[in-house]
Structure formats: structure tokens, C-alpha cells
């Protein structure tokens, strides 16, 4: 399928990044496949990751100290800046 792709410049948390460039690294895909990936796995309420990826996610989270969980996705502010 032949798809238009854009450039974005997109914030994301320091650890997170390290965490889904590591493991997109590990698949040899580019970052943006990787999320892409995940994305529309998610639009259709399915789970994007095998049991021996979310291993290797574990793993990747413990180098880079990644301790965010969903629960905390909606509750993220930046250092400096107050809600």
C-alpha cells in the first residue's frame, strides 16, 4: 500500500524516546514504523506487542529508568512548567 508520509516535530518524555528508539533498534525498524505500529494497533483496540516483545520492553525500560506507567499519562508536566 503506497502511503504519504510527513515530517513532525513531536515532544516526547526523555526516557520514553530512549525506550522506543532501543526497541525499534532491536526490531531493525525506523522509529517512525515502530509508531505507526503501535498506533494502529491501538485505533483498533488491539494489543500492538507479543509476550517476547513486552520482555524486551521490560528489559529496555529498566536500562533507561523508564518508571511511567499509563496511569500516569494523563497527569505529565514538564519541569518548570505548573498546571
Do not use: C, W
Request: no cysteine; proline share 2%; glycine share 8%.
Amino acid at each position: 500500500m503506497h502511503i504519504e508520509r510527513v515530517q513532525t516535530g513531536v515532544r516526547v518524555e526523555k526516557r520514553l524516546l530512549k525506550v522506543l528508539k532501543a526497541l525499534a533498534e532491536h526490531q531493525d525498524r525506523s522509529l517512525g514504523d515502530l509508531l505507526e505500529g503501535i498506533v494502529l494497533h491501538a485505533f483498533e483496540g488491539r494489543a500492538p506487542f507479543s509476550p517476547a516483545t513486552l520482555d524486551v520492553i521490560q528489559q529496555l525500560r529498566a536500562v533507561y529508568g523508564l518508571d511511567l506507567t499509563a496511569a500516569n499519562s494523563h497527569a505529565l508536566t514538564e519541569r518548570g512548567h505548573a498546571d
